[in-house]
């Protein structure tokens, strides 16, 4: 980060003399004041619950403009890399910074691939769960599990822990996300198998059995490597903040991520993909499209607490640019498997539609996003709603972790502290139990 020209005053109206602040530059986007001496200067903090305004990290990784619809990764435009890459391309490149050359690909995938089994003991930590487990409580607690079954890697501060960990969560966690999906389905685990790519060994490892071999479908393998890829990362986002934050006590990497799987689950974040599908099974049971204008009219009165799921985000006051390559692969998936006159599908463009024209839509800067259409394809593929957030869990990984590691390296990392405006009691003393 550069320092700017220009400088901020902040000036008090109580006539306390004015402070100056410095500005930074990015390579791109807004610069930034920084008020890291504000309270020792003034005794007085910042309040931003929320982060509307606060940037709590300086990063090379990820850059969106919400306003054009823009998203990069590394500075590599979000549709090239969709179109050109696969995802052990972009996992390289999220991780070390560069794409890969073939030599290097090939060796990175071959590492990957050669870490995607579990430790055995995992199976019976699994069999603790209740069989009805949701997935995403599942995997909280694998996740954290593994820094019990990889002891070898637990130290935040070596780099040559960070990096074998790094390999192993983005290589364990398709296995733990299709054991997860096993153990619900009452079905044998299927061990991972090195001849497949990462996308088509999810596959496998989610639809095959002992009693068949099972062929991987390459437009089906290329839709699911896409979601991995949309999802890699997405700058300082909830969960990732959450692993950065976790990750500045120290703690290890598997435990950081852990609490981004924790963080993910809820609705407003990654477990919107699985709300958005629940939304249009709802719409279709009580009529269809016939049924959509009712619904927006819900969705428009403050006091029904309902969302249109899917849209609406914190960053981008466009199209997702996310959205619009789901949609595409939907429309891949659908005609693949002949369900192009899937009800939810035209449910979901008829609603977007009707959204995209509605002035509360439109005022409010409310587009798709990318769980729009991302509950679709899955559905569509068979993974089961229930999974859906525990996929974009596992195809985050790679970014969580990138941004851990990027924080540990950052000369000017501390542990991550906020603090707040009090408006509790003020110190007052304890009676006796009889006089309360
Ligand atoms: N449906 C109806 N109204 C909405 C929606 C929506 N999906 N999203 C925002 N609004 C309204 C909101 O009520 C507010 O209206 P008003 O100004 O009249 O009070 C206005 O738009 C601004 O919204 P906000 O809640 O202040 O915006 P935010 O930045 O705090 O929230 C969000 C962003 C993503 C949490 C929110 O848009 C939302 O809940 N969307 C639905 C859930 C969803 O799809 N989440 C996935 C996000 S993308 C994947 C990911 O990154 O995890």
């Not at 504000?38 to 903090?45: C, K, N, P, R, V």
């Not at 691939?113 to 930590?125: G, L, P, R």
């Not at 009529?287 to 009165?301: A, N, R, Y």
């Not at 977007?352 to 569509?380: C, H, M, T, W």
Request: with cysteine.
């Amino acid at each position: 980060m550069k320092l700017a020209d220009n400088k901020a005053t902040l000036s008090f109206s109580n006539g306390s003399p004015d402070v100056e602040l410095p500005v930074y530059q990015g390579t791109v986007g807004p610069d930034v004041i920084d008020i890291r001496k504000l309270y020792a200067q003034t005794g007085m903090f910042t309040y931003d619950p929320g982060f509307m305004s606060t940037g709590s990290c300086q990063s090379a990784i990820t850059y969106i403009d919400g306003d054009k619809g823009e998203l990069l990764y590394r500075g590599y435009p979000i549709e090239q890399l969709a179109t050109q890459c696969d995802f052990m391309e972009t996992c390289h490149l999220l991780l070390y910074g560069e794409l890969p050359n073939a030599e290097d690909k090939r060796k990175f995938s071959r590492t990957v691939t050669m870490h995607t089994m579990v430790n055995e003991q995992m199976q019976f930590f699994l069999r603790g769960f209740r069989r009805d487990a949701h997935p995403m409580a599942i995997m909280t607690g694998l996740v954290g599990a593994l820094s019990a079954f990889y002891h070898d890697s637990t130290d935040i501060n070596n780099p040559e822990h960070r990096e074998i960990s790094a390999i192993r969560l983005i290589a364990k966690m398709p296995t733990l996300v299709a054991m997860a999906y096993k153990y619900n389905a009452g079905q044998p685990y299927i061990y991972p198998k090195n001849d497949l790519s990462y996308a088509g060994n999810f596959l496998h490892m989610m639809f095959a059995t002992p009693c068949e071999e099972y062929v991987v479908n390459p437009v089906l393998e290329r839709a699911l490597d896409r979601i991995f890829i949309l999802h890699a990362d997405h700058e300082q986002n909830a969960s990732t903040s959450t692993v950065r934050l976790c990750g500045s006590s120290g703690t290890n990497p598997f435990a950081a991520i852990a609490a981004g799987v924790a963080c993910l689950w809820g609705p407003a974040h990654g477990g919107a993909n699985e709300a958005a599908l629940n939304m249009l099974h709802d719409i279709q049971r009580q009529g269809g499209v016939d049924k959509i204008g009712d619904f927006i009219k819900q969705v428009k009165d403050k006091n029904s607490g309902i969302k249109l799921m899917g849209f609406g985000h914190r960053v981008y006051k466009n199209y997702d640019p996310r959205a619009k390559l789901m949609q595409e692969t939907c429309k891949e998936v659908l005609g693949e498997l002949g369900l192009q006159n899937d009800p939810l599908f035209k449910l979901a463009m008829a609603l977007e539609k009707i959204a995209l024209e509605d002035e509360y839509f439109v005022s409010r800067k409310l587009y798709p996003n990318v769980d729009f259409y991302s509950g679709i394809v899955q559905r569509a593929i068979g993974i089961p709603v229930g999974l859906f957030t525990a996929v974009f869990a596992l195809a985050r990984t790679v970014g969580w972790i990138a941004q851990l590691n990027e924080m540990i390296g950052d000369p000017e990392y501390k542990i991550g502290r906020p603090r707040q405006l009090y408006t509790g009691a003020i110190r007052r003393d304890v009676l006796d139990l009889a006089k309360r």
